[in-house]
């Protein structure tokens, strides 16, 4: 066999490998017979491939008790603590890591205050938060499949490389060579929102969509795109900046240094900074302003409906543009509850196009603090069922 057939057999049974392995995550526990039959591969591979996951415990085997006579079957399911990832969310002042298992179901989850924004300093406090993770629970390395990290600003996940970081101030830093010569695991880098977005397909109740959009509201707007099944990243990691659509070109200063975006109305400091001006001005967080709407206060109330009227705008020019089956809305902003979605709701069924619409689900997701640590695991978790063809188009 020469070297390029070797690299085919190779492929195909990486490939192989990855269809089997989304099967029994999707329908198990199934039977040999049932995956060669809903995959149209021969007996022989999926006995040949099974037996390679039971060895790395991937999976296991599982009697089905059945006694309607004859040999019962046996069944394979996926072990979901056949092995470990860790993920991360980086933010300005502190990281939020969980360890979970391969359902991305959260095993422990801890936080580290950043002593400052140095690059050593936070690389070095990364590393230890991993391996605090890793010796609590036990974790021997060859059961850690990596560590996924997201975090805000522009990102090359194929190479590594951060190339520009709103909070920190770094540009191109090799983040992930820096993290994998000390940790020696593989580590995965991506846009926070990326992570999050990537992550709707591998949580619990995932999503089947192809083609879906995730928007998170918070402290910034921020926007995944799925596009034919794949994150749809533009020409340099840096597409979906739905934050910085301008509204209105004579409008406030943003943190992007431009005018009137979207997000220099709806971000968490420009809701407050109106609510002293419309409700209250005491109020000095989101928070307080999210229980004044919630135990009846009107002005709140009539800010945050105002808020989810602009933002159904946009959604609708969305819309518009891609025909998403889905949108979730995600991130902190969801706590801002029903008047900020009816009227959201309500903008976006008055501007969008009625026939995209019509098919287009909105989904709020209900808030947890660990959905950030989550997502970025489900990068790691992402990659182990991957195909190597979706690896290349990364
Ligand atoms: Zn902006």
């Given amino acids: 066999m020469n070297s390029i057939q070797r690299a085919d057999r190779d492929l195909m049974r990486g490939i192989n490998r990855s269809i089997i392995l989304n099967v029994i995550k999707a329908h198990g ?153 000390r940790l020696k695991v593989p580590i995965f880098l991506d846009n926070d929102v990326n992570t999050l977005t990537l992550g709707e397909k591998w949580l619990d109740n995932g999503v089947h969509a192809d083609n879906y959009v995730v928007i998170t509201v918070g402290r910034g707007i921020g926007m995944g795109i799925i596009i034919n099944g794949q994150i749809y990243r533009g020409k340099g990691g840096g597409a979906g900046e739905f934050g910085h659509l301008v509204v209105n070109q004579n409008g406030p200063v943003c943190d992007c240094g431009k005018r009137g975006c979207l997000e220099s109305y709806l971000g968490d400091q420009a809701l407050v900074m109106r609510a002293k001006h419309e409700v209250d001005p005491s109020i000095e967080s989101i928070d307080e302003l999210i229980q004044m709407a919630a135990g009846g206060n009107i002005a709140a109330g009539k800010l945050f409906e105002w808020a989810g009227d602009l933002l159904g705008q946009e959604l609708a020019n969305l819309i518009n543009l891609l025909d998403p089956k889905l949108i979730i809305i995600s991130g902190e902003g969801v ?53 190597p063809i979706q690896k290349e188009e990364r």
């Fill in 29 to 181: 526990p199934i039977s040999r017979a049932d995956i060669a039959h809903l995959t149209g591969l021969s007996p022989a591979t999926v006995t040949s491939i099974t037996g390679l996951l039971i060895e790395e415990d991937l999976i296991f085997e599982k009697s089905t008790g059945d006694s309607s006579g004859g040999r019962p079957p046996i069944l394979l399911a996926l072990n979901p603590r056949g092995g470990f990832v860790i993920g991360i969310k980086l933010m300005e002042s502190q990281a939020v890591a969980a360890l979970t298992d391969l359902n991305a179901t959260v095993i422990e989850k801890t936080n580290v205050e950043l002593r400052n924004t140095e690059l050593t300093s936070v690389i070095d406090e990364l590393v230890l938060l991993v391996e605090n993770l890793m010796k609590n629970n036990k974790i021997p390395k060859k059961r850690l499949f990596g560590v996924g990290i997201g975090l805000a600003g522009v990102i090359d996940s194929v190479n590594g490389i951060l190339r520009k970081s709103p909070f920190f101030g770094w540009k191109d830093v090799p983040f992930r060579d820096l993290l994998d010569v």
């Fill in 335 to 387: 706590r801002m509850g029903d008047p900020f979605f009816s009227s959201m709701r309500a903008a976006i069924q008055k501007n969008a196009v009625p026939e995209l619409f019509e098919n287009t689900e909105i989904r709020i997701n209900t808030w947890g603090d660990d959905v950030w640590a989550r997502g970025a695991a489900s990068l790691v978790i992402g990659e182990l069922f991957n195909s």
